[in-house]
């Protein structure tokens, strides 16, 4: 049985940081591309960052600077580290990894708000 696990999720003022862990059982992270997604209330899921399996790794221009995507092979974990987080931020966060078959974790909530 697949499952991803996020977890880090929580309020912070803007300009403040969190990062974000999503731990896999079931698959190995590595033969995937694994990635971040965000949904904010109202809106469509996005993609935020992604890692494929060689590494290499995009971000959408909203985060460029501030996310990085990074991946323990060795704990089979995937991590988002944000920085200089902002109000628009806020959403529920989603890890992925997809390579024919898409699994998503369960979704860990961020609200960046004074």
């Known amino acids: 049985q697949v499952r991803l696990v996020e977890s880090g999720g929580g309020l912070v003022h803007p300009g403040g940081s969190l990062r974000l862990s999503c731990a896999a059982s079931?698959?190995?992270?590595?033969?995937?591309?694994s990635g971040w997604y965000r949904q904010a209330p109202g809106k469509q899921r996005e993609l935020v960052t992604s890692m494929s399996r060689s590494g290499s790794t995009y971000s959408a221009d909203s985060v460029k600077g501030r996310f990085t995507i990074a991946r323990d092979n060795a704990k089979n974990t995937m991590y988002l580290q944000m920085n200089n987080l902002k109000p628009e931020d806020t959403a529920v966060y989603y890890c992925?990894?997809?390579?024919?078959?898409?699994?998503w974790g369960q979704g860990t909530q961020v609200t960046v708000s004074s």
């Open positions: 992925n990894a997809n390579w024919g078959t898409n699994y």
């Open positions: 079931g698959i190995i992270f590595s033969d995937y591309v």
